[in-house]
Structure formats: C-alpha cells, structure tokens
C-alpha cells in the first residue's frame, strides 16, 4: 500500500487552474547562505502550532535528524536560536519559536503570498499576450507520455 495523501497546512496552499501553470522557487538567504525556503518555513510553523519537533517533522515527511540539522544550521545563519525547547519528563517537552524566528517567518511569509500573487498576475498577462498558447502546449503534452516511473505513466 501507498503513502498517505500529503496534506499541506493551509498557508501553503496555492490556487491551481488545470493545465499550464507557472512554477517559483523563492528562499530567502542572509549574507549570500540560504536561510529559509517554503519547506522550513512550513517546518516551523508546524512546530509552533504542534509544539513539537518530531511531530512536525512527520508533517513535512522529513527525518528527524534532517529537520534538526536544518534548525541548527538555521541557527548558526541567524546567529540566534530559532526555538525555544523544553526537555520531556512527567510534564512532557515541547517547543516553540523565538519571536525572532516568528518575525523572520512573518517576513518571509508576507514577501512569499505578494510575489506569488504577482507572479500569477504576470503569467496570465503572457498567456493574454499568446492566445491559444496553453491550449497547444497542453495539446501537445497529452501526446507524450510521461516519463519516470511506471506508476508515474498512471495518472
């Protein structure tokens, strides 16, 4: 049997139309080194409702020990802790995010949400510009068969 659907918590959820569809990849970095793209910052906004690392690891179908070494790095970007833990016990651990991790994640939400809005508003006036372009792309793509996996040839 198969994996579970993957669910994506609601702020990272993008209006799809059928068909030919623009695609971003957008992360911010700090002095040149990557800081944070869409998948760590989905990372820490589970850990801050979850109020756990491990559980937000498994919502971003990500390791443990890969999720950790992300945070670490993240941290020594920063130069600052990105979370604050607390160990586990008879009370239970738990963590949350330092208000300058929340700050950087509101940042980099509020600039991802306004360059994706732009970057759809741009893509619909070059499709307006070429009419009948996705329409022939996409005529085109029914053609072919789609490559990688056999399970992928399903769909």
Not at 76 to 86: D, S
Not at 89 to 117: C, F, H, I, N, P
Request: charged share 25%.
């Amino acid at each position: 049997m198969g994996q579970p659907a993957r669910s994506r918590p609601p702020s990272a959820v993008r209006k799809r139309r059928p068909g030919l569809q623009p695609g971003t990849k957008n992360w911010l970095r700090l002095n040149g080194v990557f800081l944070m793209g869409p998948r760590y910052a989905t990372l820490l906004e589970g850990v801050d409702r979850l109020g756990s690392i491990r559980a937000a690891c498994q919502e971003v179908r990500l390791s443990y020990r890969t999720c950790l070494n992300r945070i670490r790095q993240m941290e020594r970007v920063l130069g600052h802790p990105v979370l604050e833990t607390h160990r586990g016990g008879t009370e239970g651990g738990g963590a949350q995010l330092t208000a300058e991790a929340r700050a950087v994640l509101k940042v980099y939400r509020e600039w991802r949400s306004e360059l994706l809005a732009l970057s759809d508003a741009a893509f619909e006036r070059a499709l307006a510009r070429a009419p009948g372009l996705a329409a022939e792309l996409e005529a085109l793509c029914m053609d072919q068969p789609l490559g990688g996996s056999p399970r992928n040839r399903r769909r």
